[in-house]
């Protein structure tokens, strides 16, 4: 009997308009750790992104999440039931994330 291990990697990201630089209209920001990250990981099948929109938008996410969002596998939450939405995908099984 041989057991196949699921390996997986889940980046919880904690996204605000809060910042200096939503407050300046992220004018000469370049997320360069954000798209390096996308860059790297987003087209890979077993690793995802939770995004917790804290005062913002989930609509409002920078550009360089574009790609990773349209492939099922980046999710984010936000609004005043941020925390059941957690909970929610906490409880969900993987496979129905993508």
């Keep these: 009997m041989s057991l196949a291990l699921d390996r997986s ?7 605000s308009t809060s ?6 209209g992220y004018v000469g920001v370049e997320f360069n750790g954000l798209a390096a990250l996308a860059r790297d990981f987003s087209q890979e099948p077993t690793v995802r992104a939770l995004i ?5 938008s989930c609509s409002n ?3 360089q999440l574009s790609g990773w969002w349209q492939t ?3 999710h984010c ?4 039931n941020r925390m059941a939405h ?10 129905s994330w993508a």
């Design 9 to 15: 990697l889940t980046f919880v990201i904690s996204w």
């Design 19 to 24: 910042s200096r630089a939503s407050a300046s």
């Design 52 to 56: 917790d929109a804290k005062g913002a």
């Design 61 to 63: 996410l920078p550009q």
């Design 72 to 74: 099922g596998r980046l």
């Design 77 to 80: 939450v936000h609004g005043p």
């Design 86 to 95: 957690w909970l929610e995908l906490g409880n969900a099984p993987q496979s």
